[in-house]
């Protein structure tokens, strides 16, 4: 799907958002992102899998409440189910291989890494990769590519960096494919993180697609039942966007709370997720 495609659904979801209560028409909505009713309807649910209206029911508070409610210790059962060393996100299987505290000191130095700008379902992100994995994934948020670069140069600052798309396209069509994947396919991440960030990216790693949790449920999985505000910092700080799910931590009140990429974004992967995934039920 086109980036302006993308543009118009986050316009259509901070509508629906700022105008619940009122219930808009399909004819309202439409007009806000200039198409008529008709487009509209045909590019909402396309993208989504789901009518604008049956959006805008995932988009609820009591809807975000139930999947409280039927999370069933989710991070407990996952556990036992033998998924500890990775995460399913839909076709793919992610694993995680942290640096050592001595490359971590290094900076990345030694280190080539190829990025390159790619379309996806939510807008253009930056992707970067080298041969031990993806080490960043994160949407440009009205940002230009090259403000995104300084930032990925900021967290690998002796690394070199080379502008590549033809080696990052490969992974981008693995993340995002253009249709689904009759088989399991893997995708190894590296990260740079403290032993405590570490621990809860892996944590989030095993929250199923199509079902949350809170930073209390991240705490407890931990067991450091006191740790939600550093949980909340790790979960902030996550380097790479939604192959480390952290778009499927929540509030426990049912609120969706803060995202790095943008409230609407968030809401907007949850939604997909939810429409895709029932339950929380993995393809």
């Given at each position: 799907?086109?980036?302006?495609?993308?543009?118009?659904?986050?316009?259509?979801?901070?509508?629906?958002?700022?105008?619940?209560?009122?219930?808009?028409?399909?004819?309202?909505?439409?007009?806000?992102?200039?198409?008529?009713?008709?487009?509209?309807?045909?590019?909402?649910?396309?993208?989504?899998?789901?009518?604008?209206?049956?959006?805008?029911?995932?988009?609820?508070?009591?809807?975000?409440?139930?999947?409280?409610a039927?999370?069933?210790?989710?991070?407990d059962?996952?556990?036992?189910?033998?998924l500890?060393?990775?995460?399913?996100?839909?076709?793919l299987f992610?694993?995680?291989?942290?640096?050592?505290?001595?490359?971590?000191?290094?900076?990345?130095?030694g280190?080539?890494?190829?990025?390159?700008?790619h379309?996806?379902?939510?807008?253009?992100?930056?992707?970067?990769?080298?041969?031990?994995?993806?080490?960043?994934?994160r949407?440009?948020?009205?940002?230009?590519?090259?403000?995104?670069?300084?930032?990925?140069?900021?967290?690998?600052?002796?690394?070199?960096?080379?502008?590549?798309p033809?080696?990052?396209?490969?992974?981008a069509?693995?993340?995002?494919?253009?249709?689904?994947?009759?088989?399991?396919?893997?995708?190894?991440?590296?990260?740079k993180?403290?032993?405590?960030?570490?621990?809860?990216?892996?944590?989030?790693?095993?929250?199923?697609p199509?079902?949350?949790?809170?930073?209390?449920?991240?705490?407890?999985?931990?067991?450091m039942?006191?740790?939600?505000?550093?949980?909340?910092?790790?979960?902030?700080?996550n380097?790479?966007?939604?192959?480390?799910?952290?778009?499927?931590?929540?509030?426990?009140?049912?609120?969706?709370?803060?995202?790095?990429?943008?409230?609407?974004?968030?809401?907007?992967?949850?939604?997909?997720?939810?429409?895709?995934y029932?339950?929380?039920?993995?393809?």
């Amino acid at each position: 799907m086109a980036t302006s495609d993308y543009a118009r659904i986050e316009r259509a979801i901070l509508y629906l958002d700022a105008h619940a209560q009122e219930q808009p028409r399909l004819a309202e909505v439409a007009a806000h992102v200039g198409l008529s009713p008709y487009h509209f309807q045909r590019l909402f649910t396309r993208w989504a899998g789901i009518s604008p209206k049956r959006f805008l029911q995932f988009q609820t508070l009591e809807h975000a409440k139930q999947l409280l409610a039927e999370r069933r210790s989710t991070l407990d059962v996952t556990y036992d189910a033998g998924l500890s060393s990775g995460g399913r996100l839909h076709d793919l299987f992610v694993t995680l291989t942290a640096m050592t505290p001595g490359e971590f000191k290094q900076g990345g130095a030694g280190l080539t890494i190829p990025y390159s700008v790619h379309a996806s379902p939510f807008g253009d992100h930056l992707l970067a990769v080298c041969e031990r994995g993806i080490c960043a994934l994160r949407f440009l948020m009205g940002t230009s590519p090259s403000e995104a670069v300084r930032e990925l140069r900021a967290e690998w600052p002796h690394a070199t960096l080379v502008e590549a798309p033809e080696a990052t396209r490969p992974y981008a069509e693995r993340i995002f494919p253009a249709r689904k994947s009759r088989t399991l396919q893997s995708l190894s991440l590296f990260v740079k993180g403290t032993n405590f960030q570490l621990k809860v990216w892996e944590a989030l790693l095993r929250i199923p697609p199509g079902a949350v949790a809170t930073y209390e449920d991240i705490a407890r999985s931990l067991q450091m039942p006191r740790a939600t505000r550093a949980v909340g910092s790790a979960v902030g700080d996550n380097p790479i966007a939604l192959l480390i799910p952290c778009h499927r931590v929540i509030r426990k009140t049912g609120a969706f709370g803060e995202y790095r990429w943008g409230l609407a974004r968030k809401r907007a992967m949850l939604t997909w997720e939810s429409a895709r995934y029932p339950s929380g039920e993995a393809a």
